[in-house]
């Protein structure tokens, strides 16, 4: 059955196309993503939570959705944009639909608009809030809701995405990540297998991908996952070998109460942080954050590691990025990004602390920095 949708951004742009998924209305910042595939991984990332996301490959839907890939218990975006949906999905894996998959979720979806449009106005004017509605069809309503919504800039978004209390983490990876053929997946878990010591990492949860955990058990640590808001003392008092910083959603300069966490920490126990993690670390060593024009979102960004002089493709989310010039002389920037040269690594000189803005267990890939969880485990212990 045939539904229209509108989405109105705050420039008083407007695109009509055709809905799917929920019914109902949603604002957020709306931004784009380059990645072909991963659209149900996108789709549970708990960093889109505030976003709604725009994919830039043309066709989504075609493999539909499964019960394995998810990298949360739910989804946190507010909307999702597509050229044109695959209602008729193939795969052996799939149990549903993308379309019955965002409806069962409570997320609006919306196809048919020119997306290569809205990209391009993404792209020369910045990431915007919108307002997306299947309810409300008038333009000039919309553009008025979109231009009092509030902006993403100085939330804290983390909130809304930790989990409520600690648990143990005990599965590994999927069984399609341990084929022969995944880039240096066989020689790092290998190796972590040859070691008899399980050291034990506390991973703290700002809105962390499943994806994460997976590698660490799979590596051979034991897992405990924190929510972000648990202070110094108490993750301490779980005597870990090692803790992790998760990515999570917005802004990070709100997150007084984790860079404090993290800055107690550091010194104490080795750390390493993806993402959002990578950025309140920068924060707690002393460097400045700044907000991208439309931001890194894609399985496609090229990193140079400026230790190894290799270059390696990686799947980014953030709109945010630290400033290389802000840090002291006990920081170094180990990764920056070949598109535009900001921030990609950075590492402590004085204590066992590094962090990546990329996400080197991404799923669907690339893989091309699985590596970095086998430099984490040698901090822990030697293999």
Request: net charge negative.
């Amino acid at each position: 059955m045939h539904r229209s949708g509108k989405l109105a951004l705050v420039d008083g742009t407007v695109y009509t196309g055709d809905a799917f998924g929920a019914e109902g209305e949603a604002f957020g910042e709306v931004v784009f993503n380059t990645s072909m595939t991963g659209y149900q991984e996108i789709l549970t990332d708990p960093s889109y939570c505030g976003q709604i996301v725009t994919m830039t490959y043309p066709l989504i839907g075609n493999y539909g959705s499964n019960a394995e890939d998810v990298e949360s218990d739910g989804l946190s975006l507010r909307g999702f944009i597509v050229r044109e949906l695959c209602r008729e999905p193939s795969n052996f894996r799939s149990t549903r639909s993308l379309d019955d998959y965002l409806s069962a979720a409570g997320v609006i979806g919306l196809e048919g608009i020119d997306t290569r449009a809205l990209v391009r106005r993404i792209r020369i004017h910045g990431a915007m809030t919108g307002v997306l509605s299947t309810v409300d069809l008038d333009d000039e309503s919309l553009v008025d809701k979109a231009r009092s919504s509030p902006q993403l800039t100085g939330q804290d978004l983390v909130q809304d995405v930790v989990p409520d209390s600690n648990c143990d983490w005990n599965e590994g990876v999927s069984e399609f990540l341990k084929a022969s053929t995944t880039p240096g997946y066989t020689q790092l878990h290998d190796n972590a297998n040859l070691s008899n010591e399980v050291p034990h990492v506390v991973a703290i949860d700002y809105g962390m991908k499943w994806n994460i955990p997976r590698h660490l058990k799979q590596l051979g640590c034991r897992v405990s996952v924190v929510p972000g808001t648990t202070g110094c003392e108490e993750i301490l008092a779980m005597q870990p070998d090692g803790v992790f910083l998760s990515n999570g959603p917005g802004d990070p300069r709100p997150l007084e109460y984790a860079v404090s966490t993290i800055r107690k920490l550091l010194g104490k126990t080795p750390i390493f942080g993806i993402c959002l993690g990578h950025q309140l670390l920068g924060l707690a060593c002393g460097g400045d954050i700044f907000k991208l024009k439309f931001g890194h979102r894609g399985a496609n960004q090229p990193v140079l590691n400026k230790i190894t002089n290799r270059i390696e493709i990686t799947a980014q989310n953030h709109g945010f990025a630290l400033r290389a010039d802000s840090f002291s002389e006990n920081v170094e920037v180990t990764h920056i990004n070949l598109n535009d040269h900001t921030v990609e690594g950075i590492r402590h000189r004085d204590h066992s602390a590094c962090g990546v803005q990329y996400h080197p267990e991404a799923s669907a890939g690339p893989h091309d920095s699985h590596y970095l969880f086998g430099e984490f485990r040698a901090m822990l212990s030697p293999l």
